[in-house]
């Protein structure tokens, strides 16, 4: 007769704080025209004025990358029905700011090269991986210290070596900001939030 394992099955836990290194900047230009191609055409000349100044300011290009561009009519009601007014344009670019201090600078230098909307700015740490990979460790030995804590209240050998491990994905919340453009002699303030980088897994023990 074959004797099954029992098993203490436990969820070990970890979470870091990290202070961010990397923001995004989500920015883009809104443009209208009555005639779409004109509408366009003076989107481009926004975007690539906004491109070269950040490229100047010290942004690498391949940290410039367009998220969505949209055309769209605007209706206005007349009596014979709606009719199209005027063609907008938006052209939404990430911006990766990898010296976070200079986030305010280059948010400005955007603004007065051609953007003209904005969204909300997410914070990131660029080591994020090796900070990860260090918080699951911890997240193993927290699973273990249960597992060993409940073993020692019913009395019972336990395997130190795990049967099984599973790690529980979540998703890590980089943090984001809005904020008022207002005009101003000095860099638009953006301050950096601290990272919650979080692993989880769930272990099984056997005894």
């Not at 995004?24 to 000349?45: D, K, P, V």
């Not at 975007?47 to 100044?53: E, K, P």
């Not at 009601?77 to 709606?82: M, V």
Request: no cysteine; proline share 4%.
């Amino acid at each position: 007769m074959i004797k099954h394992a029992r098993k203490i099955i436990v969820r070990g836990t970890n979470v870091m704080k990290a202070r961010a290194d990397i923001a995004l900047l989500n920015i883009g230009i809104l443009t209208s025209n009555e005639n779409a191609t004109q509408a366009q055409e003076e989107n481009r000349i926004r975007a690539n004025q906004m491109i070269t100044a950040l490229v100047e300011a010290g942004i690498a290009r391949n940290d410039i990358e367009t998220t969505s561009y949209t055309v769209f009519p605007r209706y206005t009601d007349h009596p014979e029905g709606a009719l199209i007014s005027t063609y907008e344009v938006r052209h939404m670019f990430q911006i990766t700011v990898r010296d976070i201090e200079k986030a305010g600078i280059i948010y400005d230098v955007a603004f007065q090269n051609g953007a003209n909307i904005s969204e909300a700015i997410v914070f990131k740490v660029s080591n994020e991986e090796a900070l990860y990979r260090r918080v699951l460790q911890f997240a193993v030995q927290d699973a273990y210290q249960k597992a060993t804590a409940i073993s020692k209240v019913i009395g019972v050998p336990l395997n130190p070596i795990p049967l099984k491990v599973e790690e529980i994905k979540e998703t890590i919340f980089y943090g984001a900001t809005t904020f008022s453009l207002q005009e101003s002699a000095t860099p638009t303030p953006i301050e950096p939030r601290n990272i919650e980088i979080v692993a989880n897994v769930q272990v099984e023990f056997t005894y």
